[in-house]
């Protein structure tokens, strides 16, 4: 029997791929960072392509990754930032996982990213074009999560948080994931 996997969405610096790597840990999955893989897949960082090819095409890039990661059941998959902006990306994620929001304040998000030179969306002001991303994209994250977790809170208690909701969800764990995560 298999599991939904669960995807990690979310602004950039609220926890998705420490968080991810913790349940995924926990639960005996593997976890997947998209961007990591599209990075592995096209053979330069996230800045490079942003400055030879544009958001287009590495938007492109990920949604290719994201429709291969959603014919696999089992993992912890951490998704870029603006991922949930593409309805296909949606639809191909929700064929065999389950959606949760990290949601955290911009003043955090801004205070864990102020030293973030592989950001090419938060070049210049970091914490203006945080306030504007969040504005732009929170009530996205909010519609299409099926949980919203406080993502400023320790990572640890993240992915308790999340592993408690997955108990009560009853079709995200497989047996052997409750019984491990239960003792």
């Known amino acids: 029997m298999t599991g939904r996997s669960i995807c990690l969405i979310g602004m950039p610096g609220a926890g998705k791929s420490r968080v991810a ?3 995924a840990e926990r639960l005996g999955r593997r ?7 599209i990075v592995n897949w096209v053979g330069q960082d996230i800045p490079t392509i942003f400055e030879r090819e544009g958001e287009a095409a590495f938007r492109r890039y ?4 994201i429709r291969n990661l959603a014919t ?10 603006g991922a ?11 064929l065999t996982g389950t959606l949760v929001h990290l ?7 801004a205070s864990r990213l102020k030293n973030a030179t592989d950001r090419p969306l938060l070049a210049g002001d970091v914490a203006t074009k945080l306030e504007q991303t969040y504005t732009a ?12 977790v406080n993502a400023a809170q320790e990572p640890h208690r993240v992915a308790e948080e999340i592993l408690q909701w997955a108990i009560g969800a009853g079709d995200i764990l497989t047996p052997s994931e409750h019984e491990q995560v239960m003792t």
């Not at 976890?31 to 893989?37: K, M, P, W, Y």
């Open 103 to 109: 949601d955290c304040p911009v003043h955090v998000l």
């Open 21 to 23: 790597a913790m349940l």
């Open 31 to 37: 976890a997947v960072d998209t961007d990591d893989e």
């Open 137 to 148: 994209r929170d009530a996205i994250y909010r519609h299409v999560s099926d949980i919203t």
């Open 62 to 65: 990920e949604h290719e990754v």
């Open 72 to 81: 696999i059941n089992d993992l912890v998959i951490a998704l870029g930032g």
């Open 84 to 94: 949930v902006l593409n309805d296909a990306n949606v639809a191909e994620l929700l």
